[in-house]
């Protein structure tokens, strides 16, 4: 049975810590060009990929990882956390976009964080990421600056703005 610091309960939602189980449901977000747009990467074409990735994830350190598998109702809707504190990432699928989980899973690692004893958490979000930008916005981060250039996703060099949150 996982420890109670291994997950976050809100309302409706059960933030897990990841298992090499998670990898087909995480592939089918992270094979979705929708879903992929403004991460890091580009779509996993690869069942490969998506097993390295969430192999990183389970085996991250947790000196310095504090990442989470999001789900509702046991179904898993994405990731959510700081694969590399203070800097938090999030990805969710498409289809569940727009019913506030993310804004949910936010706040309360947010809260996690605090409780914690966490100084700050950081944000790198494309600018053309609109509701990626009005989420943190939403959960207080402030923009603290924006470069040209930061991420090279495939063929396509991105851009940067970058978030703070202060606890």
């Known amino acids: 049975m996982p420890e109670a610091s291994d997950e976050i309960r ?3 939602l059960l933030l897990r810590r990841a298992t090499m189980d998670d990898v087909d449901a995480m592939h089918a ?3 979705n060009p929708r879903a992929m747009r403004y991460w890091s990467t580009p779509p996993h074409a690869e069942l490969a990929e998506s097993e390295r990735w969430m192999a990183s994830m389970v085996d991250a350190d947790p000196v ?3 990442d989470f598998i999001v789900t509702v109702d046991g179904q898993l809707i994405g990731k959510l956390g700081a694969w590399k504190l203070p800097e938090v990432g999030f990805l969710l699928d498409p289809d569940h976009w727009g019913r506030g989980y993310a804004l949910e899973a ?3 690692f947010v809260e996690r964080r605090r409780a914690r004893g966490s100084s700050h ?3 790198d979000v494309d600018p053309r ?3 990626s930008i009005r989420l943190l916005e939403q959960s207080g981060f402030i923009e603290t600056g924006r470069a040209q ?3 090279q996703v495939g063929s396509e060099l991105c851009d940067s703005i970058y978030f703070r949150l202060d606890l």
Request: charge should be neutral; hydrophobic fraction near 50%; aromatic fraction near 4%.
């Open 106 to 108: 936010l706040n309360a």
């Open 149 to 151: 250039g930061t991420w």
């Open 129 to 131: 990421n609109a509701a």
């Open 10 to 12: 809100t309302q409706r």
């Open 64 to 66: 310095v990882s504090d």
């Open 29 to 31: 977000i992270m094979s």
């Open 121 to 123: 958490l950081t944000a």
